[in-house]
């Protein structure tokens, strides 16, 4: 089946105690890219990546940290993660550079940072 | 800049009558224009989008939506709606010049009343 997997699907952290989200493709898909969702404002980009080795900001990147060392991973890293990360997050991908490609989500991880 | 508002947080429909999410979108250029649904606990499904072409697009579940121009709108629809299509629902912008990025409106809460 093709899909997005995220793991863990739910994190309870302390501030400052680095943590790592993964997320894993299985559609050969060139990009991928990260998402918080915040209540009242809905989704908004963190990171992105157009293929392996290249990554790029998104709107909202401070605190974050991605890498793209394999085509169908791409995980978030949080090196020191604060309250006001608490939020969903979700990976995406789709196939190619095309700005007219869907993407496709995945399951969603939701993290508190106490 | 690229922008998309949700103007209803919420939306109230009784079962089998018609339903509308709205959407309006600010872009510089040609926007590509997509719905995506949230089931509880769940990632977001991709629904329908406009790239180019008739203005009426029609989707996964029955739904449809129409492309104004002029109105830089667009609107979710449904001929008659199910119980079981009360989720949150996000309109999404992206354009071919600019950030390579999907812009979400706040998302609309669809309830639908048996």
């Known amino acids: 089946e093709a899909q997005v997997t995220q793991n863990p699907r739910y994190l309870i952290t302390v501030t400052g105690k680095k943590l790592t989200v993964t997320c894993s493709q299985n559609?050969?898909?060139?990009?991928m890219s990260w998402y918080r969702q915040d209540p009242g404002l809905g989704l908004r980009q963190i990171y992105y990546?157009?293929?392996?080795?290249?990554?790029d900001k998104g709107d909202v990147p401070e605190g974050y940290k991605v890498s793209r060392k394999e085509k169908r991973n791409f995980p978030l890293i949080l090196e020191s993660p604060s309250p006001n990360q608490t939020s969903l997050y979700f990976c995406a991908s789709r196939r190619g550079q095309g700005f007219s490609d869907t993407q496709y989500f995945g399951p969603g991880t939701r993290l508190t940072v106490l | 800049a690229q922008s998309v508002a949700q103007p209803e947080d919420q939306v109230n429909v009784a079962e089998g009558n018609p339903l509308t999410v709205k959407c309006t979108y600010s872009v510089s250029g040609n926007p590509y224009l997509f719905w995506y649904v949230q089931y509880p606990n769940r990632g977001l499904q991709f629904l329908l989008k406009?790239?180019?072409?008739?203005?009426l697009v029609k989707g996964s579940y029955g739904f449809e939506a129409e492309f104004n121009k002029s109105q830089t709108s667009f609107h979710l629809k449904k001929p008659s709606a199910l119980v079981s299509d009360s989720a949150l629902y996000f309109c999404a912008v992206s354009v071919q010049t600019g950030a390579n990025n999907l812009f979400f409106g706040t998302g609309t809460r669809l309830t639908v009343i048996p």
């Open positions: 406009y790239i180019t072409g008739d203005n």
């Open positions: 559609m050969n898909h060139e990009y």
């Open positions: 990546s157009m293929n392996v080795e290249v990554t």
